[in-house]
């Protein structure tokens, strides 16, 4: 999971309000004339039309990546869909490997575990096909953490910069991105419109139901391969959650900087216009960074509910659309197994094992070799993840230590 924000997005705004309106009916009658109500008169901008549509594929949490070029390099890339970032990037060992020299800075971006300063490469081009962005400056951050998560290379994450100069369909039915050039556009009917607070990244205000009900702001994160991520102090403040009638189990979170431990419960209802949805899967941590800006927002909302809809992104019109696709009653997962799997060097190995967890009493040690699972042995981090979801089950995991094979036992928990 990663959760990049822009420091310089993190403020927030009151709405303007126009007080006029806020006279009495019978006044504004007495004033209206004719040659006033034409002066009303509504200016609609020319239609959007559609630039081009490709593919993408979807890794853990239906986070969504997207393959282009930079400039005039041959390599295809990956990149990352994200309206959790407020900008543009790469990744530093791509630089490396296309030879491109990044300029420093004293720009920050935070993360779940950490702040780091960051270098540019400015006025670069992103391609997709014949579709060229231009002028863009993309910060450069190290998304080896990611690589490994997803067991593929990530070689940058695409944001702000890019959506807010288009309007942008993610069709999660047809795997699509739909991209439209700025204008008047009419939404298909049987969706919702909201309209988030948008100042870099998206915020939009949902209620949580765990006891009463609490309203709060959360950002619309893309990039995150979760449902719902709260902060403790939020969590603390306006939840206070019962944990001796729901104790949440410890686990671990990829993120900018590195790590974090979190902890994994369930939240009786997330509800937002007129979807809700119950039992939701939810990580609760301490930041530290501030990165979900308490008291401003509580969290996060993640791209395992996102995925849900198909999502219209229209930045200029401050409008996201949301339409219920045939994943919207998709089940929840709600697996927890204390291992954590990395894809290092062309292997999967257990990189992270949470003390009294499942994979702690099936007997996995850290630097354990993936060889298959439930004799799956394709050595995709992909599909040995999705197995390890089947909740109540023993699931048969083959490993290799120095010296000897293993065949382990590893029962898969329920969080609810």
């Known amino acids: 999971m990663r959760c990049q924000k822009n420091t310089l997005s993190l403020f927030f705004f009151p709405k303007k309000t126009a007080k006029f309106f806020l006279i009495p009916g019978f006044v504004l009658l007495g004033f209206f004339s004719p040659s006033l109500v034409k002066g009303q008169e509504e200016f609609l901008p020319p239609p959007s039309r559609l630039i081009i549509s490709f593919p993408f594929s979807t890794f853990t949490g239906g986070v969504v990546v997207i393959r282009g070029q ?117 939404y298909p009917k049987g969706g919702f419109l909201i309209k988030p607070i948008l100042i870099g990244l998206p915020i939009q205000q949902a209620k949580i139901k765990e006891g009463a009900d609490v309203n709060s702001r959360f950002y619309f994160d893309t ?61 609760v941590f301490d930041d530290e960074y501030n990165v979900t800006s308490y008291p401003y927002l509580g969290g996060l909302i993640g791209n395992d509910i996102l995925r849900r809809f198909n999502v219209y992104l229209n930045y200029d019109h401050r409008d996201i659309y949301l339409m219920p696709n045939t994943h919207y009653r998709d089940p929840f997962d709600y697996s927890y197994t204390g291992l954590g799997i990395y894809w290092v060097d062309g292997e999967i190995k257990v990189g992270d094992i949470i003390k009294d967890s499942p994979a702690d009493k099936a007997g996995f ?51 609810l």
């Open 70 to 186: 930079l400039d005039n390099y041959p390599d295809s890339l990956n990149f990352i869909l994200d309206t959790g970032s407020g900008g543009i990037s790469l990744d530093s060992s791509t630089c490396v490997r296309l030879k491109i020299k990044p300029i420093p800075s004293d720009k920050t971006i935070r993360g779940i575990a950490g702040i780091r300063q960051v270098k540019f490469v400015y006025n670069q081009r992103f391609r997709v096909g014949k579709f060229i962005v231009d002028s863009l400056n993309f910060h450069v951050n190290d998304y080896d953490i990611l690589s490994s998560v997803y067991g593929d290379k990530i070689d940058g994450i695409i944001g702000f910069s890019f959506f807010s100069r288009y309007i942008v369909k993610i069709d999660y039915d047809s795997s699509k991105v739909y991209v439209y050039s700025n204008g008047y556009m009419k």
């Open 223 to 283: 990039g995150a391969g979760l449902c719902l991520l709260l902060s403790t102090d939020f969590v603390n403040d306006s939840l206070k959650l019962n944990s001796k009638k729901k104790k949440p189990f410890t686990t671990q979170a990829e993120g900018l900087g590195g790590k974090t431990e979190m902890k994994l419960t369930t939240i009786k209802e997330l509800r937002f216009g007129p979807y809700r949805f119950r039992n939701v899967p939810t990580y």
């Open 365 to 415: 040690k850290v630097g354990d070799v993936i060889l298959g699972v439930d004799n799956n042995f394709s050595n995709n981090i992909q599909a040995y993840k999705t197995l390890l979801q089947n909740l109540g089950i023993r699931v048969k995991v083959v490993v290799k230590r120095p010296g000897t094979l293993l065949q382990l036992s590893l029962k898969v928990k329920n969080i």
